[in-house]
């Protein structure tokens, strides 16, 4: 039977051997719909005491409130592991001063609080995101990243680097300079849905050559 890729707009796209459905993994997008968090199509988180439908947002990005400044953006075919969490420009506090103190957020009388860090963050798409990664405000990562288990991520990430370590630091390039615009210019990704199932085979056995016969 060919391989199909799951329906993009099933909660929980994993079946285990026993027909069971795992609970524990979503694609985001069925469960995030919050106007400053955009997730593209078969992006998954994973989590062993997963939230309910409605509170994956804020799992993933506790201090990214609706009413934030700044996005947080993920790009389509993301792997999130458990306990991943995007600490996004909300969090921070201005420290220009002679404190840190957010005082506005507890003075009613006052003006509303000014957010002092409104920067967007940005996921690439196919980004594997390992156990217990935090990725802090800003920060841009690529397009095919691999970001360790437990990695601190503080600064902007290039495409296919593996990274791993607080605060993260390349490890290895997975590919090289030339295949990676090869890769992007592909982005199979976009691709439709039956056409990136005929791709399996060449993605997963590393063949650029195959993928670029497949393209559409």
Request: hydrophobic fraction near 45%; charge should be negative.
């Amino acid at each position: 039977m060919p391989f199909v890729l799951p329906d993009a707009k099933r909660v929980h796209p994993v079946t285990l051997p026993d027909g069971l459905v795992h609970d524990g993994t979503v694609f985001l997008t069925t469960v995030i719909d919050q106007p400053n968090i955009e997730v593209g199509k078969f992006t998954y988180a994973s989590d062993f005491d997963p939230p309910p439908a409605d509170g994956w947002a804020a799992r993933l990005a506790p201090y990214h409130f609706p009413t934030s400044e700044g996005r947080l953006i993920i790009g389509k075919f993301c792997q999130i592991a458990h306990g991943v969490r995007f600490i996004t420009a909300a969090a921070n506090h201005a420290y220009a001063g002679l404190t840190s103190f957010p005082f506005g957020i507890f003075t009613l009388d006052q003006e509303p609080f000014t957010q002092p860090d409104s920067r967007d963050t940005r996921i690439g798409h196919d980004v594997w995101l390992g156990y217990g990664a935090i990725i802090c405000p800003g920060v841009s990562i690529g397009n095919g990243v691999i970001i360790g288990a437990g990695s601190v991520v503080r600064s902007d990430i290039p495409d296919y680097a593996i990274v791993a370590g607080n605060p993260a630091q390349v490890v290895k390039m997975r590919l090289s300079s030339a295949d990676i615009d090869r890769m992007n210019r592909l982005a199979w990704w976009s691709w439709p849905p039956n056409q990136i199932a005929r791709a399996r085979d060449a993605l997963e056995a590393g063949d650029l050559q195959g993928l670029e016969v497949l393209a559409p």
